[in-house]
């Protein structure tokens, strides 16, 4: 028989789940079964979700790239301000989401670097490519953390007994270390994606939230609400739940898997 400390704690649970469970289920009753057709099947939802799938998978790519190694450079090596790194590398992860945007908008644009770097053809705001970039900057340290939790699970023993048998570090990397890693490299790359694609201040900012040119599912939901477009709006929302659904479920099988082999 469970006690009443149990029971209390369980109680709390499914309340505070149930909550948040109506509040988000809410949304998939507003729109009526045609108006959710209409709005997905429309020419601003389609071209909303090929831009945040292109970008998205472009920028998680990205951020794949350079999160392993310098997960694996903070996590394996010391060297001078580390500590001051891992700081700056957090410090999106605390901040407004706004305040990156408009920090990334000033530098990018023509208070910053983008007067030079428009002289030479390159515009970096305003298009698919600021997107891009505030998306990287938004997702980059939250893969970077996930891996450094990664690599600190992993015993350096292993790499320790390869590079003792005359095995490179380079060849330990690839051969030893990446595949141990594999699950959270999986993860990772998964909340990535997601990360990128529920993306919003930072790409409103940087990508200028234009109709039909800088227009993914998240801006989209703003730009449709913001004119009274119920149905677009809430359309693109229900998407970005699902999305997260999926993401969610995929992280916890490979979590769970990754925790087995261990």
Same mark, same amino acid.
């Given at each position: 028989?469970?006690?009443?400390?149990?029971?209390?704690?369980?109680?709390?649970?499914?309340?505070?789940?149930?909550?948040?469970?109506?509040?988000?289920?809410?949304?998939?009753?507003?729109?009526?079964?045609? /108006?959710?057709?209409?709005?997905?099947?429309?020419?601003?939802? @389609?071209?909303?979700?090929?831009?945040?799938?292109?970008?998205?998978? @472009?920028?998680?790519?990205? =951020?794949?790239?350079?999160?392993?190694?310098? #997960?694996y450079a903070l996590n394996r090596y010391n060297f001078p301000l580390k500590s001051l790194f891992k700081v700056v590398l957090d410090l999106p992860i605390a901040l407004p989401e706004i305040v990156v945007g408009i920090a990334l908008l000033m530098f990018l644009g023509s208070n910053g670097i983008g007067e030079y770097l428009e002289n030479i053809g390159i515009v970096l705001v305003f298009n698919s490519l600021g997107i891009i970039i505030a998306q990287f900057f938004i997702a980059f340290p939250y893969a970077t953390r996930i891996m450094y939790s990664t690599f600190a699970y992993i015993d350096p023993r292993y790499e320790f007994v390869s590079r003792s048998l005359g095995y490179s570090e380079s060849s330990t990397f690839f051969n030893i270390t990446l595949p141990l890693a594999k699950g959270g490299i999986i993860t990772t790359s998964i909340i990535a994606l #997601?990360?990128?694609?529920?993306?919003?201040?930072? =790409?409103?900012?940087? /990508?200028? /939230?234009? +109709?039909?040119?800088?227009?993914?599912?998240s801006v989209s939901m703003y730009l449709h609400l913001s004119t009274g477009?119920?149905? +677009?709006?809430?359309? #693109?929302?229900?998407?970005?739940?699902?999305?997260?659904?999926?993401?969610? =479920?995929?992280?916890?099988?490979?979590?769970?898997?990754?925790?087995?082999?261990f």
């Open positions: 028989m469970r006690s009443k400390f149990e029971l209390g704690f369980i109680i709390i649970t499914i309340l505070i789940t149930s909550m948040f469970f109506l509040v988000i289920g809410s949304m998939f009753l507003i729109p009526s079964y045609e /108006g959710f057709i209409n709005a997905l099947l429309s020419e601003n939802m @389609i071209y909303a979700i090929t831009l945040t799938i292109y970008t998205s998978i @472009i920028s998680a790519a990205i =951020v794949m790239i350079f999160a392993i190694p310098t #997960a #997601a990360r990128c694609i529920g993306t919003f201040a930072s =790409v409103l900012f940087v /990508g200028g /939230g234009i +109709l039909m040119k800088t227009e993914t599912l477009d119920i149905d +677009l709006a809430i359309t #693109a929302g229900i998407l970005l739940v699902i999305i997260s659904i999926i993401t969610i =479920v995929i992280m916890e099988k490979y979590a769970e898997s990754t925790q087995e082999s």
